[in-house]
Protein backbone atom coordinates (compact mmCIF):
# COMPACT_ATOMS: atom_id res chain seq x y z
CA UNK A 1 0.00 0.00 0.00
CA UNK A 2 1.12 3.66 -0.45
CA UNK A 3 1.99 6.42 1.49
CA UNK A 4 -0.74 8.52 1.93
CA UNK A 5 -1.77 11.73 3.78
CA UNK A 6 -5.32 10.50 4.93
CA UNK A 7 -7.50 8.09 3.97
CA UNK A 8 -11.14 9.48 2.54
CA UNK A 9 -14.54 8.32 4.01
CA UNK A 10 -17.61 9.70 1.52
CA UNK A 11 -21.09 9.16 2.28
CA UNK A 12 -22.10 8.69 -1.35
CA UNK A 13 -25.55 7.66 -1.25
CA UNK A 14 -26.81 11.88 -1.57
CA UNK A 15 -23.65 11.62 -4.64
CA UNK A 16 -24.48 8.44 -6.58
CA UNK A 17 -28.43 7.79 -5.82
CA UNK A 18 -29.64 4.21 -6.51
CA UNK A 19 -31.17 4.86 -10.11
CA UNK A 20 -29.76 7.87 -12.45
CA UNK A 21 -26.46 9.85 -12.67
CA UNK A 22 -23.98 10.93 -9.65
CA UNK A 23 -22.87 13.98 -9.19
CA UNK A 24 -20.63 15.53 -11.56
CA UNK A 25 -17.09 15.49 -11.33
CA UNK A 26 -17.18 12.80 -8.79
CA UNK A 27 -15.87 9.87 -11.11
CA UNK A 28 -13.09 12.17 -12.15
CA UNK A 29 -12.13 12.97 -8.59
CA UNK A 30 -12.09 9.50 -7.54
CA UNK A 31 -9.68 8.25 -10.74
CA UNK A 32 -7.28 11.47 -9.60
CA UNK A 33 -7.46 10.06 -5.74
CA UNK A 34 -6.21 6.67 -7.28
CA UNK A 35 -3.81 8.06 -8.81
CA UNK A 36 -2.16 9.72 -5.79
CA UNK A 37 -2.73 6.85 -3.81
CA UNK A 38 -5.21 8.07 -1.48
CA UNK A 39 -7.80 5.53 -0.41
CA UNK A 40 -11.83 6.34 -0.89
CA UNK A 41 -13.95 4.65 1.85
CA UNK A 42 -17.78 4.82 0.74
CA UNK A 43 -20.27 4.92 3.14
CA UNK A 44 -24.23 3.91 2.50
CA UNK A 45 -26.88 2.69 3.70
CA UNK A 46 -27.47 0.54 0.82
CA UNK A 47 -27.01 -3.39 1.38
CA UNK A 48 -23.94 -4.70 -0.29
CA UNK A 49 -26.06 -6.56 -2.88
CA UNK A 50 -28.16 -3.32 -3.81
CA UNK A 51 -24.84 -1.03 -3.94
CA UNK A 52 -23.24 -3.64 -5.99
CA UNK A 53 -23.74 -2.21 -9.24
CA UNK A 54 -22.49 1.41 -8.15
CA UNK A 55 -19.82 0.08 -6.73
CA UNK A 56 -19.03 -1.57 -10.75
CA UNK A 57 -20.17 1.25 -13.17
CA UNK A 58 -17.96 3.77 -10.95
CA UNK A 59 -14.75 1.71 -10.65
CA UNK A 60 -14.48 1.06 -6.33
CA UNK A 61 -11.83 -1.05 -5.50
CA UNK A 62 -11.78 -0.13 -1.99
CA UNK A 63 -13.50 -0.88 1.31
CA UNK A 64 -17.27 0.19 2.13
CA UNK A 65 -19.20 0.71 5.13
CA UNK A 66 -22.96 -0.69 4.18
CA UNK A 67 -26.21 -0.98 5.99
CA UNK A 68 -25.88 2.49 8.02
CA UNK A 69 -22.59 1.58 9.83
CA UNK A 70 -23.56 -2.57 10.47
CA UNK A 71 -20.33 -3.42 8.54
CA UNK A 72 -17.29 -2.90 6.97
CA UNK A 73 -16.45 -5.24 3.52
CA UNK A 74 -12.91 -5.49 2.29
CA UNK A 75 -12.32 -6.71 -1.20
CA UNK A 76 -10.91 -9.59 -1.69
CA UNK A 77 -6.83 -9.53 -0.81
CA UNK A 78 -6.99 -5.22 -0.24
CA UNK A 79 -4.97 -5.99 3.11
CA UNK A 80 -1.89 -8.56 4.23
CA UNK A 81 -3.37 -8.58 7.71
CA UNK A 82 -6.60 -9.30 8.52
CA UNK A 83 -8.49 -8.50 11.58
CA UNK A 84 -9.77 -11.39 14.26
CA UNK A 85 -13.02 -10.81 13.86
CA UNK A 86 -14.18 -11.59 10.23
CA UNK A 87 -16.96 -13.30 8.08
CA UNK A 88 -17.44 -14.07 4.38
CA UNK A 89 -20.13 -12.44 2.89
CA UNK A 90 -20.02 -13.06 -1.43
CA UNK A 91 -16.98 -11.36 -2.38
CA UNK A 92 -15.86 -10.01 0.47
CA UNK A 93 -14.49 -10.37 3.58
CA UNK A 94 -16.12 -8.71 6.10
CA UNK A 95 -15.92 -7.11 9.73
CA UNK A 96 -19.39 -6.90 10.86
CA UNK A 97 -20.67 -4.45 13.93
CA UNK A 98 -23.84 -5.33 13.62
CA UNK A 99 -25.82 -8.46 14.69
CA UNK A 100 -26.69 -10.48 11.51
CA UNK A 101 -30.14 -11.13 9.92
CA UNK A 102 -32.23 -12.48 11.24
CA UNK A 103 -31.64 -11.18 14.70
CA UNK A 104 -32.72 -7.99 13.75
CA UNK A 105 -36.02 -8.85 12.17
CA UNK A 106 -36.36 -11.12 14.93
CA UNK A 107 -36.64 -7.66 17.39
CA UNK A 108 -38.71 -5.22 14.79
CA UNK A 109 -41.65 -8.14 15.47
CA UNK A 110 -41.02 -7.92 19.25
CA UNK A 111 -40.97 -4.29 19.67
CA UNK A 112 -43.96 -4.08 17.42
CA UNK A 113 -45.73 -6.62 19.68
CA UNK A 114 -44.44 -4.65 22.97
CA UNK A 115 -45.19 -1.13 22.06
CA UNK A 116 -48.54 -1.91 19.74
CA UNK A 117 -47.65 -0.36 17.23
CA UNK A 118 -48.19 -1.46 13.98
CA UNK A 119 -45.10 -1.83 11.20
CA UNK A 120 -44.26 -4.25 8.02
CA UNK A 121 -41.01 -5.65 7.24
CA UNK A 122 -40.00 -5.55 3.40
CA UNK A 123 -38.91 -8.75 3.88
CA UNK A 124 -42.27 -10.17 4.40
CA UNK A 125 -44.10 -8.19 1.79
CA UNK A 126 -44.47 -10.53 -1.91
CA UNK A 127 -42.86 -9.22 -5.25
CA UNK A 128 -45.15 -6.96 -6.30
CA UNK A 129 -46.24 -5.35 -3.07
CA UNK A 130 -42.32 -4.51 -2.37
CA UNK A 131 -42.13 -3.27 -6.54
CA UNK A 132 -45.31 -1.20 -5.13
CA UNK A 133 -43.63 -0.15 -2.07
CA UNK A 134 -40.40 0.68 -3.15
CA UNK A 135 -41.22 2.70 -6.32
CA UNK A 136 -38.93 0.07 -7.72
CA UNK A 137 -38.69 -2.74 -10.95
CA UNK A 138 -38.91 -5.46 -9.45
CA UNK A 139 -35.51 -7.30 -9.60
CA UNK A 140 -33.76 -3.62 -7.85
CA UNK A 141 -36.49 -3.98 -5.23
CA UNK A 142 -35.58 -7.37 -4.42
CA UNK A 143 -31.77 -6.36 -4.16
CA UNK A 144 -32.98 -3.75 -1.30
CA UNK A 145 -34.28 -6.08 1.35
CA UNK A 146 -32.05 -8.54 0.79
CA UNK A 147 -29.95 -7.56 3.62
CA UNK A 148 -26.87 -8.56 5.77
CA UNK A 149 -27.66 -7.07 8.98
CA UNK A 150 -30.73 -4.39 9.16
CA UNK A 151 -34.67 -4.94 8.64
CA UNK A 152 -36.00 -2.21 6.48
CA UNK A 153 -39.69 -1.09 7.38
CA UNK A 154 -42.54 0.98 7.16
CA UNK A 155 -45.12 2.14 9.97
CA UNK A 156 -48.64 0.64 9.22
CA UNK A 157 -50.70 3.81 9.34
CA UNK A 158 -48.86 4.72 13.10
CA UNK A 159 -49.60 7.81 14.51
CA UNK A 160 -46.63 10.74 14.61
CA UNK A 161 -46.70 9.99 18.28
CA UNK A 162 -46.72 6.15 18.22
CA UNK A 163 -43.87 6.59 15.94
CA UNK A 164 -42.04 8.68 18.71
CA UNK A 165 -42.51 6.43 21.11
CA UNK A 166 -41.92 2.95 19.39
CA UNK A 167 -38.43 4.76 18.43
CA UNK A 168 -37.85 5.71 21.99
CA UNK A 169 -38.82 1.72 22.86
CA UNK A 170 -36.35 0.52 20.35
CA UNK A 171 -33.59 3.11 21.51
CA UNK A 172 -33.57 2.01 24.75
CA UNK A 173 -32.97 -1.30 24.25
CA UNK A 174 -30.17 0.15 22.24
CA UNK A 175 -31.05 -0.30 18.53
CA UNK A 176 -30.45 1.50 15.83
CA UNK A 177 -32.96 2.90 14.30
CA UNK A 178 -32.50 5.10 11.39
CA UNK A 179 -35.44 6.64 9.06
CA UNK A 180 -34.92 7.12 5.79
CA UNK A 181 -37.68 8.87 4.03
CA UNK A 182 -40.74 6.79 4.78
CA UNK A 183 -38.92 3.58 5.55
CA UNK A 184 -36.64 3.08 8.41
CA UNK A 185 -34.48 -0.21 9.49
CA UNK A 186 -33.51 -1.43 12.59
CA UNK A 187 -29.98 -3.04 13.23
CA UNK A 188 -28.81 -4.11 16.57
CA UNK A 189 -25.07 -2.75 17.35
CA UNK A 190 -24.10 -0.91 14.42
CA UNK A 191 -22.11 2.13 14.24
CA UNK A 192 -20.62 3.85 11.95
CA UNK A 193 -18.03 5.12 14.22
CA UNK A 194 -16.42 1.65 15.56
CA UNK A 195 -16.20 0.87 11.72
CA UNK A 196 -14.34 4.03 11.07
CA UNK A 197 -12.13 2.61 14.05
CA UNK A 198 -11.92 -0.57 13.07
CA UNK A 199 -10.92 0.28 9.21
CA UNK A 200 -8.57 2.63 10.37
CA UNK A 201 -6.40 -0.02 12.72
CA UNK A 202 -5.90 -1.63 9.20
CA UNK A 203 -5.10 1.43 7.36
CA UNK A 204 -2.38 1.91 10.66
CA UNK A 205 -1.01 -1.84 9.96
CA UNK A 206 -0.95 -1.17 6.65
CA UNK A 207 0.68 1.88 6.60
CA UNK A 208 2.57 1.63 9.51
CA UNK A 209 1.28 5.32 10.78
CA UNK A 210 -1.75 6.98 11.17
CA UNK A 211 -3.18 8.91 8.04
CA UNK A 212 -5.76 11.31 8.43
CA UNK A 213 -9.19 10.51 8.64
CA UNK A 214 -11.53 12.70 6.79
CA UNK A 215 -15.15 12.68 6.03
CA UNK A 216 -17.18 13.98 3.12
CA UNK A 217 -20.57 14.13 2.80
CA UNK A 218 -23.61 16.62 2.59
CA UNK A 219 -25.79 17.59 5.19
CA UNK A 220 -27.97 15.23 5.55
CA UNK A 221 -25.32 12.36 5.95
CA UNK A 222 -22.87 14.40 7.49
CA UNK A 223 -23.58 14.41 11.56
CA UNK A 224 -22.54 10.64 12.25
CA UNK A 225 -19.54 10.52 9.89
CA UNK A 226 -18.10 13.91 10.54
CA UNK A 227 -18.29 12.67 14.58
CA UNK A 228 -15.56 10.03 13.50
CA UNK A 229 -13.05 11.81 11.54
CA UNK A 230 -10.26 14.17 12.14
CA UNK A 231 -11.26 16.50 9.34
CA UNK A 232 -14.49 17.17 7.51
CA UNK A 233 -15.59 18.75 4.13
CA UNK A 234 -19.36 19.49 3.79
CA UNK A 235 -20.49 19.66 0.35
CA UNK A 236 -23.63 22.04 0.24
CA UNK A 237 -26.23 22.69 -2.54
CA UNK A 238 -26.51 26.82 -2.31
CA UNK A 239 -30.12 25.84 -1.22
CA UNK A 240 -29.67 25.16 2.45
CA UNK A 241 -25.81 25.83 2.68
CA UNK A 242 -26.85 28.89 5.10
CA UNK A 243 -28.62 26.68 7.82
CA UNK A 244 -26.04 23.74 7.35
CA UNK A 245 -22.76 25.76 7.84
CA UNK A 246 -24.23 27.15 11.00
CA UNK A 247 -25.43 23.53 12.39
CA UNK A 248 -22.11 22.15 10.69
CA UNK A 249 -19.86 24.80 12.23
CA UNK A 250 -21.10 24.20 15.88
CA UNK A 251 -20.84 20.92 15.64
CA UNK A 252 -17.70 20.45 14.07
CA UNK A 253 -15.78 24.02 14.19
CA UNK A 254 -12.15 24.67 11.97
CA UNK A 255 -12.45 21.09 11.44
CA UNK A 256 -15.01 21.04 9.19
CA UNK A 257 -14.39 23.19 5.56
CA UNK A 258 -17.42 23.36 3.34
CA UNK A 259 -17.96 23.48 -0.40
CA UNK A 260 -20.73 24.02 -3.08
CA UNK A 261 -21.75 21.23 -5.32
CA UNK A 262 -22.89 24.31 -7.72
CA UNK A 263 -19.24 25.97 -8.56
CA UNK A 264 -17.69 23.51 -11.06
CA UNK A 265 -14.78 22.69 -10.23
CA UNK A 266 -15.50 21.87 -6.56
CA UNK A 267 -13.93 18.48 -6.68
CA UNK A 268 -10.85 19.88 -7.94
CA UNK A 269 -11.14 22.29 -5.07
CA UNK A 270 -11.25 19.60 -2.73
CA UNK A 271 -8.26 17.22 -4.30
CA UNK A 272 -6.14 20.39 -3.94
CA UNK A 273 -7.02 20.92 -0.26
CA UNK A 274 -6.39 16.79 0.30
CA UNK A 275 -3.26 16.35 -2.34
CA UNK A 276 -2.27 19.57 -3.55
CA UNK A 277 1.13 18.20 -5.36
CA UNK A 278 -1.47 15.38 -7.42
CA UNK A 279 -1.70 16.45 -11.15
CA UNK A 280 -5.25 17.18 -11.98
CA UNK A 281 -6.52 14.62 -14.68
CA UNK A 282 -9.24 16.60 -16.47
CA UNK A 283 -6.90 19.74 -17.02
Known amino acids: MRQTP ?26 ALDHAGIPAVWVTNRSRLEFDA ?33 MRLGRFTCVPMAETLPAATNALEALSEETDVPVVALSSLSPRELAQNTGLPQREAELVRQRDFDELFFFAGASEKDIQRFVQAGREKKYELRQHGVMWSLAIGASLKRCIQSLSKLYDRALRY ?16 FAA ?42 LEQIAPEVSKPWK
Not at 11 to 26: E, Y
Not at 58 to 79: C, D, N, R
Not at 215 to 223: F, L, N, T, V, Y
Open 229 to 270: CDRSILLTDGKDEERSDGSSQAAHGARTKRYSLNDPEVWELI
Open 210 to 225: HPAIVGIAKPEESKEL
Open 6 to 31: CVLYIAVDGLIPPRGKGVAGLDEFTA
Open 54 to 86: ARRKHAHTHPFIAEGGSGVYLPEGYFHLRPEKT
